[in-house]
C-alpha cells in the first residue's frame, strides 16, 4: 500500500531549488497561463458554427451532446491554479518568501494519551532544508532534511534517518503554497483535471497531482486550500487564513494520522519570513 505511494507524493516536491530557477522566468510564462483559457473558449465556438451551417439536421444532436456533456462537468484546471496563486497573494509575494520560522501551540489526542505543548518550524525554501521540533513535554522530537535527505529522533526513538515514504509527508507543510510550487517546477501538466468535491462540508475544487495519491481541496469560495488527504494516511484540515506579508497564511490546522489514530491540532502564534538562519540546525545531528 504506502510504500508505493508517498515517494511518488514527492516526485513532483523537490520544491525549494525548483522555485529558485524558474524565479525570473515564471512571470514570462505566467502570463500566458492567463490567457491560454482565453484562447481556447473561441477555439470551442468556431467549430460549432462552421459544422451545423449546412448540416443543420445530421451534426446539431451530436454537437448539442458534446456541449452539454463539456460545459457543465469541466473545471479548467489553469484558471483553477491561477485564481489560487491569486487568492494566496500572487506569484511576486510568494517568491519573494525564501525562509519561514512558524511557532505553534499544539494538541494531540491519541489512544495512548492527550497531550499539548509547542512546535517550532524552521523552513529555507530556496536550498530545500527544514526542521520541525516538537514539544509536549513528556515526549520530545526533532527531524529536518536537506534535500531528499532526512533524519528524526524523538523521546521513544534514537536518531534514524527519515525514509523515502515519510520525507514528502514532512516537507508538505514547508511551502506558502504546494500548489504553487509544483507549478513553478513542473507547469500545469503536474495537475490531473479538476473536480467539484466536498471537504469538511464546504463545496471544494478537488485538484489531484499526476502520480501521486495526494488530493488538494481548494475552497470554492475562496480559492485556498481547505485541505489535503492520502488515503488511508493522512489527512490536514487547514483554517483561518489571515494575511502575512503579502501572503495568505492558516493560523489553525489541524493532522489527523489514520494508522495510529492520532489528532494534532495547531494554533499558529508567531509567523516570521526571511529572517537569517543558523544553516546548522538542519544538519543531522551526532549519534
Known sequence: GCNTEAPNTEAPKTEAPNTEAPNTEAPNTEAPNTEAPNTEAPNTETPNTE???????????????????EAPGTLNIQDIITEHIEAVG???????????????AVNTTAPTGNATGTTMDTFDLIADRGRVDTDLG???????????????????????????EELPIEKIGANV??????????????????TKSKFNDHDCVKVEIVDSPLALYLNEKTKLIEGMVIPNLIRFTF???K?????QVP????????PTSTTVTAELKRVEFNGELDADIFTKPAN
Open 138 to 164: 513528556v515526549f520530545q522530537e526533532s527531524k529536518g532534511w536537506t534535500g531528499q535527505q532526512g533524519w528524526k529522533k524523538n523521546s521513544f526513538e534514537p536518531l534514524r534517518d527519515l525514509t523515502a
Open 90 to 104: 500572487g506569484a511576486k509575494a510568494i517568491r519573494t518568501i525564501q525562509t519561514v520560522r512558524k511557532f505553534h
Open 177 to 194: 503554497s504546494i500548489i504553487f510550487a509544483l507549478k513553478e517546477a513542473y507547469g500545469s501538466a503536474a495537475f490531473l483535471p479538476a
Open 51 to 69: 459544422t451545423p451551417n449546412t448540416e443543420t439536421p445530421n451534426t446539431e444532436t451530436p454537437n448539442t451532446e458534446a456541449l452539454n456533456a
Open 239 to 241: 483554517s483561518n487564513y
Open 251 to 258: 493560523f489553525r490546522n489541524k493532522v489527523e494520522i489514520f
Open 243 to 247: 494575511l502575512v506579508t503579502g501572503v
